[in-house]
């Protein structure tokens, strides 16, 4: 028993430190999950109404104290409306597992084997979707195109980006430097000031970076253009060396961090459209 008492008692020295070092984890992964999908507005406006609620408390303003507590419960119904979209964001990302899912980091290799497709597909003037799945699990998507389960490769991507090719208006899944399918279907972007120049390759990958925190590579068929589309933009027109620093600073930062690495493609440079 007294094995048990000292267990007992370590458990209780430990259990505040515990209790906050998990309530923050979660608090942090909560926050993560809101900056990713645009719901911050949402907690900044809920800050902002209850500091509001706060200075009338303090000042014991009951008119205002009164007005406030009237409106709040049809004010939250109305935020939920608004904001409805990326709640579901919230809401299916938390279904997917991202709070506790690993990074799938691809190798440098890996990347540069796509970077090198997509320049000879630019050239050529075919048009090309690349998904790079992060935390969220994207198995989903993978679903609606063509198992492959290849080994990831410049000449592979090539081909399934050939004219004609039964797979060549889809979107190519990669997962674990490995091409998990091909032939995809991503979803449309829900934004309405998106330029009436972008095609539906454009539309899907920026959908994609609205309901995921993938980061997926375009390349245009009309123009040739190599883009980039996560966090809910795209970057177009993008050059293939300003592709793969930015890839590796998204999808594998010890990379970027490393000492063979010395030249750094500032965000700056990239035009936003």
């Known amino acids: 028993m007294i094995w048990y008492q000292r267990i007992a008692e370590f458990y209780d020295a430990l259990r505040p430190a515990l209790d906050v070092a998990i309530l923050s984890f979660l608090l942090y992964k909560v926050y993560d999950l809101l900056v990713k999908t645009q719901a911050v507005q949402l907690v900044k406006g809920a800050g902002f109404l209850a500091l509001i609620y706060g200075v009338?408390?303090?000042?014991?303003?009951?008119?205002?104290?009164?007005?406030?507590?009237?409106?709040?419960p049809g004010l939250f119904v109305v935020i939920a409306i608004i904001f409805q979209p990326e709640l579901r964001k919230i809401i299916i990302r938390l279904g997917q597992g991202e709070l506790f899912s690993l990074d799938n980091k691809p190798r440098l290799g890996h990347l540069e084997a796509v970077v090198t497709a997509a320049e000879?597909?630019?050239?050529?003037?075919?048009?090309?979707?690349?998904?790079?799945?992060?935390?969220?699990?994207?198995?989903?998507?993978?679903?609606?195109?063509?198992?492959?389960?290849?080994?990831?490769?410049?000449?592979?991507?090539?081909?399934?980006?050939?004219?004609?090719?039964?797979?060549?208006?889809?979107?190519?899944?990669?997962?674990?430097?490995?091409?998990?399918?091909?032939?995809?279907?991503?979803?449309?972007?829900?934004?309405?000031?998106?330029?009436?120049?972008f095609g539906t390759r454009h539309r899907a990958a920026l959908g994609m970076s609205e309901q995921s925190d993938a980061v997926i590579l375009v390349v245009s068929e009309e123009t040739g253009a190599i883009s980039l589309a996560y966090e809910s933009k795209l970057y177009y027109d993008l050059s293939p060396l300003e592709v793969q620093h930015k890839l590796k600073e998204l999808l594998d930062r010890q990379i970027r961090g490393s000492r063979e690495e010395t030249v750094v493609v500032q965000a700056e440079t990239m035009k936003e459209r």
């Open 56 to 72: 009338a408390y303090l000042f014991k303003l009951t008119t205002l104290q009164w007005l406030l507590s009237i409106l709040a």
């Open 120 to 197: 000879s597909l630019s050239q050529q003037r075919r048009g090309a979707l690349v998904v790079f799945p992060r935390k969220v699990n994207l198995r989903h998507i993978s679903d609606t195109g063509t198992r492959l389960n290849a080994e990831l490769s410049s000449s592979l991507i090539v081909t399934i980006f050939a004219f004609d090719g039964p797979l060549h208006d889809g979107a190519l899944v990669l997962h674990g430097g490995r091409v998990a399918a091909a032939g995809c279907l991503l979803p449309l972007s829900e934004q309405q000031d998106i330029q009436k120049s």
